[in-house]
């Protein structure tokens, strides 16, 4: 059983920077890697970032490519995600999850979930 706790959200206004953090309560060696989906009022889930442990390769959703910076550190079981020029429509609640399927970006690979936290982004 994983456990994942995410910290570090909060309120900040568009264009400026927040970092969340996930740990892990345990060893995460039986899964494939960990991810963040966010999930805004009303709207599904969304992919927005994944770090794979074999290879450590990194993918991120199509909305946060080139704003949002993902790293990992599997000793520790810790995963970090530096959010750079927000925008509003960033403004979700933040999961992290531990993948345990091949499939990357898909909500149903990941069985393991933290309990979210809120990032809001004010205009």
């Known amino acids: 059983q994983v456990q994942l706790v995410e910290s570090g959200g909060g309120l900040v206004q568009a264009g400026n920077s927040l970092k969340l953090s996930c740990t892990a309560s345990?060893?995460?060696?039986?899964?494939?890697?960990l991810a963040w989906f966010r999930q805004a009022p009303g709207k599904e889930r969304e992919f927005v970032t994944d770090?794979?442990?074999?290879?450590?390769?990194?993918r991120y959703g199509d909305s946060v490519a080139g704003r949002f910076i993902t790293s990992a550190d599997n000793g520790k079981n810790m995963m970090f995600l530096q959010m750079k020029s927000l925008k509003p429509e960033d403004t979700a609640v933040y999961y992290c999850?531990?993948?345990?399927?091949?499939?990357?970006?898909?909500?149903?690979?990941?069985?393991?979930w933290g309990q979210g936290i809120q990032v809001t982004v004010s205009s």
């Open positions: 999850a531990a993948r345990t399927h091949y499939l990357i970006g898909v909500a149903s690979s990941y069985s393991y």
């Open positions: 770090v794979t442990w074999s290879d450590g390769k990194i």
């Open positions: 345990a060893r995460t060696f039986n899964t494939y890697g």
